[in-house]
Nanobody, 122 residues
Framework: DVQLVESGGDSVEAGGSLRLSCVVS???????MAWFRQAPGKERQGVAA????????YYAGSANGRFTISQDNAKNTVYLQMNSLKPEDTGIYYC?????????????????WGQGTQVTVS
């Protein structure tokens, strides 16, 4: 079974920072890992993705320059460092993974999901 367990969500003031963590387990590719955000009343959208091992990274426009996705293979963990947070960053953040052979930059290819962690920026 694929298991993705997020943590690190919190309530912060605008301009603050948070680091989200996603512990990954299970027998699957783990080549494409990503973070998505679902804002209140909106559809879930991709925020950042990483090609693990190759370190290629992709960011949505709203995250570029403020968020950084990274990995620690020894800990089977993917991180999302979020700086200069804005109220529009508020939402539930989900860790996601795609099957082997997926295009890591294609948000639609992500089919495995964690339970989400709430981020509130005021």
């Amino acid at each position: 079974d694929v298991q993705l367990v997020e943590s690190g969500g919190d309530s912060v003031e605008a301009g603050g920072s948070l680091r989200l963590s996603c512990v990954v387990s299970g027998y699957f590719s783990k080549r494409c890992m990503a973070w998505f955000r679902q804002a209140p009343g909106k559809e879930r959208q991709g925020v950042a993705a990483i090609v693990t091992g190759a370190h290629n990274k992709y960011y949505a426009g709203s995250a570029n320059g403020r968020f950084t996705i990274s990995q620690d293979n020894a800990k089977n963990t993917v991180y999302l460092q979020m700086n200069s947070l804005k109220p529009e960053d508020t939402g539930i953040y989900y860790c996601a993974a795609a099957d082997d052979g997926a295009w890591c930059s294609d948000w639609a290819d992500y089919t495995y999901w964690g339970q989400g962690t709430q981020v509130t920026v005021s």
